[in-house]
C-alpha cells in the first residue's frame, strides 16, 4: 500500500471546531489556545506548510467568528501564499467525527487529516505524505512506542494493528500495540464509503469512522517509532509535549561544547520565556548583534574593568545568540533569510570583536605592528573557520561520522570571555591565530585525504 506519491498531496484537513474545556484556564476557543507562543491552529498550518501543504481546508465550530478572523489574519501573514478554506459545522457539539464528514465532503483529491489540538515534527509529517491510502479509505499513523513519555497513557486512543492493517481502534482498549497519532493520508472518496458503511447515529467521533473503515478493509496503519508528535488536549499533555520539544530544539547536532554545556542550556529558558512575546528570530538576532559591537568598543579600551566588562558582554551576546534558531523551531519561522542574516551578523560581529581586542593590544600593550600581525592572523583563521564550517560539517555527517570535539564560533567567544576576566588580550590573540589556523590546516587535510 505505501509508495512515493506521483502527485504530491498538497491539501490538509484540520479539524477545529472543539470549545477545548479542559483547556479553558489557557484560552478558548480551543485553536486559538497558544502553545509556545503560538495558537494550535496557527501552528498547525505552519508546520504543514513546512512539508508542503499549500491548501488548507479548517472544519470550524465553537465561537466560529473568532477563529475565522484570526485564519483571515494568518493568511495575511503568509503574504496569501496559502490557501485556506473554512466549513462550519452546526454539529461539532456531537464529536469531531461530524467535523471530519463536513470537510471530507468537499474533497476532491486525497488529503491528510489531522487535529488542530495534535503537534507534529516535520518528519512526521513526510511520513504520512509518503503513503497513499486504500482506494475509498484512509490511513492512519501509528506509534509503535508504547512508553512514549509525551503520551498519556491512560487518555490516548489505542489501537491493534496486524500485517499493516488496524484490527481495533479505542480508548479502552487494554491489549495494543500501538497509539493513534492523529494524522491520517484520506482518500478523496473517503466521504462516500463512510456513508455507505456508517448510520448517521454512528458518527460521533473519528476512531468511530476508523473502526467501521476497519472493518470494510478500507483503513491501514502507517507504523512509526520516532519522531515528535503529542496530543495537547489538557494541561498536563501541554507540559510534557513542552518539555520534550524544548529538549528536541534546544541545539544543533554540530553544536561545540561550549554550546552544548553552557550556552544552549541557558539560551533554551531565555527562549522559552521569548516564544510567549511578539518577539521575532531576526530581532533577536539584530541584538545579539548590538550586544556584540557594544563588547568590541568595550574590549578596544584601556581599562581592565572595560575590557572585562567586553568579555562579559561577548559572551553574554553568543548565548543570545542561540535563542533567535530556538524560536524560530520552536514558533515554526525558520526562513532561507533568517539564518542567512544570522550568519551574516556572526560574522561581522567576529570580526569586531577581534578588531577590538587587536586595538588593545597593538596600542596599549606596547606591541605596535607586531600586535596588529597577530591580530590579522586571528582574524582570519576566525573568519575562515566559520567560512569552512558549513562544508566541513556536511561531509561529516554525509559520512556519518561523529566529531568528538568540535572548534567553532562558541569556543572563540568563550575565549574572549576568560580572556576578559583575567586580562589575558595577548595571550587571547596567540591562541585564536594559533587554534583556528591550525584547526583550518587540520580540517583541508582531512578532506583532501578523504578525497
Same mark, same amino acid.
Given at each position: 500500500?505505501?509508495?512515493?506519491?506521483?502527485?504530491?498531496?498538497?491539501?490538509?484537513?484540520?479539524?477545529?471546531?472543539?470549545?477545548?474545556?479542559?483547556?479553558?484556564?489557557?484560552?478558548?476557543?480551543?485553536?486559538?489556545?497558544?502553545?509556545?507562543?503560538?495558537?494550535?491552529?496557527?501552528?498547525?498550518?505552519?508546520?504543514?506548510?513546512?512539508?508542503?501543504?499549500?491548501?488548507?481546508?479548517?472544519?470550524?465550530?465553537?465561537?466560529?467568528?473568532?477563529?475565522?478572523?484570526?485564519?483571515?489574519?494568518?493568511?495575511?501573514?503568509?503574504?496569501?501564499?496559502?490557501?485556506?478554506?473554512?466549513?462550519?459545522?452546526?454539529?461539532?457539539?456531537?464529536?469531531?467525527?461530524?467535523?471530519?464528514?463536513?470537510?471530507?465532503?468537499?474533497?476532491?483529491?486525497?488529503?491528510?487529516?489531522?487535529?488542530?489540538?495534535?503537534?507534529?515534527?516535520?518528519?512526521?509529517?513526510?511520513?504520512?505524505?509518503?503513503?497513499? !491510502?486504500?482506494?475509498?479509505?484512509?490511513?492512519?499513523?501509528?506509534?509503535?512506542?508504547?512508553?512514549? !513519555?509525551?503520551?498519556?497513557?491512560?487518555?490516548?486512543?489505542?489501537?491493534?494493528?496486524?500485517?499493516?492493517?488496524?484490527?481495533?481502534?479505542?480508548?479502552?482498549?487494554?491489549?495494543?500495540?500501538?497509539?493513534?497519532?492523529?494524522?491520517?493520508?484520506?482518500?478523496?472518496?473517503?466521504?462516500?464509503?463512510?456513508?455507505?458503511?456508517?448510520?448517521?447515529?454512528?458518527?460521533?467521533?473519528?476512531?468511530?469512522?476508523?473502526?467501521?473503515?476497519?472493518?470494510?478493509?478500507?483503513?491501514?496503519?502507517?507504523?512509526?517509532?520516532?519522531?515528535?508528535?503529542?496530543?495537547?488536549?489538557?494541561?498536563?499533555?501541554?507540559?510534557?509535549?513542552?518539555?520534550?520539544?524544548?529538549?528536541?530544539?534546544?541545539?544543533?547536532?554540530?553544536?561545540?561544547?561550549?554550546?552544548?554545556?553552557?550556552? %544552549? !542550556?541557558?539560551?533554551?529558558?531565555?527562549?522559552?520565556?521569548?516564544? %510567549?512575546?511578539?518577539?521575532?528570530?531576526?530581532?533577536?538576532?539584530?541584538?545579539?548583534?548590538?550586544?556584540?559591537?557594544?563588547?568590541?568598543?568595550?574590549?578596544?579600551?584601556?581599562?581592565?574593568?572595560?575590557?572585562?566588562?567586553?568579555?562579559?558582554?561577548?559572551?553574554?551576546?553568543?548565548?543570545?545568540?542561540?535563542?533567535?534558531?530556538?524560536?524560530?523551531?520552536?514558533?515554526?519561522?525558520?526562513?532561507?533569510?533568517?539564518?542567512?542574516?544570522?550568519?551574516?551578523?556572526?560574522?561581522?560581529?567576529?570580526?569586531?570583536?577581534?578588531?577590538?581586542?587587536?586595538?588593545?593590544?597593538?596600542?596599549?600593550?606596547?606591541?605596535?605592528?607586531?600586535?596588529?600581525?597577530?591580530?590579522?592572523?586571528?582574524?582570519?583563521?576566525?573568519?575562515?573557520?566559520?567560512?569552512?564550517?558549513?562544508?566541513?560539517?556536511?561531509?561529516?555527517?554525509? %559520512?556519518?561520522?561523529?566529531?568528538?570535539?568540535?572548534?567553532? %564560533?562558541?569556543?572563540?567567544?568563550?575565549?574572549?570571555?576568560?580572556?576578559?576576566?583575567?586580562?589575558?588580550?595577548?595571550?587571547?590573540?596567540?591562541?585564536?591565530?594559533?587554534?583556528?589556523?591550525?584547526?583550518?590546516?587540520?580540517?583541508?587535510?582531512?578532506?583532501?585525504?578523504?578525497?
Amino acid at each position: 500500500m505505501a509508495n512515493n506519491m506521483d502527485k504530491k498531496v498538497k491539501t490538509a484537513l484540520i479539524l477545529a471546531a472543539g470549545r477545548g474545556s479542559r483547556l479553558s484556564a489557557r484560552g478558548t476557543p480551543k485553536p486559538l489556545t497558544p502553545f509556545l507562543g503560538v495558537p494550535l491552529i496557527e501552528r498547525s498550518i505552519r508546520a504543514f506548510h513546512a512539508a508542503g501543504i499549500q491548501k488548507f481546508v479548517i472544519v470550524t465550530g465553537y465561537k466560529d467568528q473568532l477563529v475565522r478572523d484570526f485564519l483571515s489574519k494568518l493568511r495575511r501573514k503568509f503574504n496569501h501564499d496559502i490557501e485556506i478554506v473554512t466549513v462550519f459545522n452546526s454539529h461539532w457539539e456531537k464529536g469531531n467525527g461530524t467535523s471530519f464528514l463536513a470537510g471530507a465532503e468537499i474533497m476532491d483529491e486525497d488529503f491528510i487529516l489531522a487535529m488542530c489540538d495534535h503537534i507534529f515534527s516535520k518528519d512526521i509529517i513526510e511520513k504520512v505524505l509518503s503513503f497513499v !491510502p486504500p482506494k475509498g479509505g484512509l490511513a492512519l499513523l501509528v506509534d509503535t512506542r508504547i512508553k512514549n !513519555p509525551v503520551i498519556d497513557q491512560g487518555d490516548a486512543t489505542k489501537v491493534v494493528v496486524k500485517s499493516g492493517r488496524i484490527e481495533k481502534i479505542g480508548k479502552n482498549l487494554t491489549n495494543f500495540n500501538s497509539y493513534d497519532t492523529g494524522l491520517f493520508a484520506c482518500s478523496k472518496d473517503v466521504f462516500n464509503t463512510i456513508q455507505t458503511v456508517m448510520k448517521d447515529n454512528e458518527i460521533d467521533s473519528v476512531s468511530k469512522i476508523v473502526e467501521k473503515l476497519a472493518q470494510a478493509n478500507k483503513a491501514i496503519a502507517i507504523e512509526t517509532s520516532k519522531g515528535f508528535w503529542a496530543d495537547l488536549d489538557d494541561k498536563n499533555a501541554f507540559k510534557r509535549a513542552e518539555k520534550a520539544l524544548l529538549m528536541l530544539i534546544r541545539g544543533k547536532s554540530h553544536d561545540g561544547p561550549v554550546a552544548r554545556l553552557l550556552n %544552549r !542550556p541557558i539560551s533554551i529558558r531565555l527562549s522559552t520565556l521569548l516564544a %510567549r512575546t511578539p518577539v521575532t528570530p531576526n530581532q533577536i538576532s539584530l541584538f545579539s548583534f548590538m550586544l556584540a559591537l557594544s563588547a568590541a568598543f568595550m574590549l578596544s579600551k584601556d581599562s581592565y574593568f572595560w575590557f572585562a566588562a567586553g568579555g562579559l558582554i561577548a559572551q553574554l551576546a553568543s548565548i543570545i545568540d542561540g535563542c533567535d534558531g530556538e524560536i524560530a523551531r520552536m514558533k515554526w519561522q525558520q526562513t532561507e533569510y533568517g539564518a542567512w542574516l544570522d550568519a551574516v551578523l556572526d560574522r561581522y560581529a567576529d570580526a569586531f570583536l577581534i578588531a577590538g581586542v587587536t586595538w588593545h593590544v597593538a596600542n596599549y600593550n606596547m606591541m605596535g605592528n607586531l600586535g596588529w600581525l597577530i591580530g590579522i592572523l586571528a582574524l582570519a583563521g576566525s573568519l575562515i573557520n566559520s567560512y569552512t564550517a558549513d562544508k566541513y560539517d556536511g561531509w561529516m555527517k554525509r %559520512r556519518k561520522k561523529k566529531q568528538r570535539f568540535r572548534l567553532g %564560533r562558541d569556543v572563540r567567544i568563550f575565549l574572549v570571555f576568560l580572556s576578559g576576566i583575567f586580562y589575558r588580550p595577548v595571550e587571547l590573540l596567540i591562541m585564536l591565530a594559533g587554534i583556528m589556523n591550525t584547526e583550518n590546516i587540520r580540517r583541508m587535510w582531512q578532506l583532501k585525504s578523504a578525497a
